[in-house]
């Protein structure tokens, strides 16, 4: 259970696809699934897989995790979302694929009022604003 829950967590956020994966193999969907929903909390904030490999920028890790039941809709202990962190990261690709294929609300906010159009422009993050934009109109 747990300990199972905390190395999809870590292998989430360092990128592991290949790890993941033979996890799955291993102790099958439903419990994988059930690991990949765990709630963390590495920094004081509670997040679960998909948001931590959102955060750590692995990409491959978060879709992966996504086709295999991971809770796209989750957010963290201060409300941010997978778009959030994805915007923080500057990853349009991430971004516009949890927006136009996930269709999590891009204008959401955190507890601290941030939209992820707030997190991609505080960082600089050109395109990221631009494709944010795009979706807002």
Do not use: Y
């Not at 959102?54 to 963290?76: T, Y």
């Amino acid at each position: 259970g747990m300990q199972l829950a905390r190395l999809v967590f870590d292998l989430a956020g360092k990128g592991r696809v290949r790890h993941l994966i033979n996890i799955l193999e291993h102790v099958g969907a439903k419990d994988f699934t059930a690991a990949v929903n765990e709630v963390h909390d590495p920094k004081g904030n509670a997040e679960t897989a998909i948001l931590w490999a959102c955060e750590q920028n692995e990409q491959a890790a978060a879709v992966f995790l996504m086709e295999f039941g991971a809770n796209i809709k989750a957010v963290d202990g201060h409300g941010r979302s997978a778009v959030h962190k994805a915007a923080w990261q500057g990853n349009t690709e991430l971004v516009r694929w949890l927006v136009q294929e996930n269709e999590i609300n891009p204008m959401m906010r955190s507890s601290f009022g941030d939209t992820p159009l707030h997190d991609a422009a505080f960082r600089g993050h050109i395109r990221t604003v631009e494709c944010l934009h795009m979706e807002l109109k």
